[in-house]
C-alpha cells in the first residue's frame, strides 16, 4: 500500500490563480480530511468527507472547495489564490469503524501564494 | 467546541537530557483520543503515540513514556536520554466528534524541541 500520497510537494502561484491539491488513498477508507498548518502553528481542518459523495466543511473552509466522487480521491481546490492561503497543506484518512480515531497522514504539499 | 493548548513554545536540551512536553486539553467529548506527533524538520508528521480516554495508566514505549491525567486534563508527553535526532516540532492532538459519525482531530500548536549535543 502507498497509503496515503498527495501531488503536488510544493506549488508557487500568482495571486489569482487556481489551482487544485490532489490527495490519494488505497486503503479503502471511508474518511478523508484537508487540513493546513499555517507556520508556527498546528493543523486546522478546512474540510472533511465520511464518504463518495458526501462532503462537509471544517473550522477554515473560505476560499477552498472540495469533491469526493471516488472512495480513493479527495481533490481540494483553490479557486482565487490569495497570500492568506500560504500554508502547508495535508491529506489525511482514516477507516470508519477505527474506533481509535487514528488518522493516516499524507507527506503534505507546501504552497505559496505570491 | 475543543481546545488543545501546549504552552511551551520553544524547548532547549542538552543531549541525554529528559525533556517533558506539556499538553492540556478541553472537550466535551465522554470518549476521546489523545495523540502526540512528530514533525521534523523534513515536514512530515510522524505518529508516535495515542491513549483513549477510559485509559489513564500510564506507559513507557522505549525512550518515550506519557503521563495521562483526566483530572487536570493533562496529557504530557517525556523524551527521556534526548538525542540530536529527537529535534523536531512535536504535537499534541485530541480527537472528537464533528458531527454524526465523523470525528475530527485538533492540533495544539506545536512546541520546537531543539536537542544540542
Known amino acids: 500500500n502507498a497509503g496515503v500520497t498527495q501531488t503536488p510537494k510544493f506549488r508557487i502561484l500568482k495571486i489569482g490563480q487556481s489551482m487544485t491539491l490532489q490527495c490519494a488513498q488505497d486503503m479503502n477508507h471511508n474518511y478523508m480530511y484537508w487540513y493546513r498548518q499555517d507556520p508556527g502553528m498546528g493543523l486546522k481542518l478546512i474540510y472533511y468527507s465520511v464518504g463518495a459523495g458526501i462532503t462537509d466543511k471544517g473550522e477554515v473552509p473560505n476560499g477552498y472547495n472540495v469533491s469526493r466522487s471516488t472512495t480513493e480521491d479527495f481533490p481540494l481546490r483553490l479557486e482565487l489564490a490569495a497570500p492568506s492561503q500560504t500554508s502547508v497543506y495535508f491529506c489525511?484518512?482514516?477507516?470508519?469503524?477505527?474506533?481509535?480515531?487514528?488518522?493516516?497522514f499524507g507527506p503534505g504539499t507546501r504552497l505559496t501564494v505570491l | 467546541a475543543q481546545k488543545v493548548t501546549q504552552a511551551q513554545t520553544e524547548i532547549s536540551v542538552v543531549e541525554k537530557e529528559d525533556v517533558t512536553l506539556d499538553c492540556v486539553y478541553e472537550t466535551r467529548d465522554t470518549t476521546y483520543y489523545l495523540f502526540w506527533y512528530k514533525q521534523p524538520p523534513s515536514g512530515e508528521l510522524v505518529f508516535l503515540i495515542r491513549r483513549n480516554s477510559f485509559d489513564e495508566q500510564n506507559e513507557i514505549s522505549g525512550r518515550y513514556s506519557w503521563n495521562f491525567q483526566k483530572s487536570t486534563s493533562s496529557f504530557n508527553f517525556t523524551i527521556t536520554a534526548s538525542q540530536v535526532v529527537d529535534s523536531a516540532v512535536y504535537f499534541c492532538a485530541l480527537s472528537g466528534t464533528i458531527s454524526g459519525s465523523a470525528r475530527q482531530l485538533t492540533f495544539g500548536s506545536g512546541t520546537q524541541l531543539t536537542v544540542l549535543p
Open positions: 489525511a484518512s482514516r477507516i470508519r469503524g477505527d474506533s481509535t480515531d487514528t488518522q493516516y
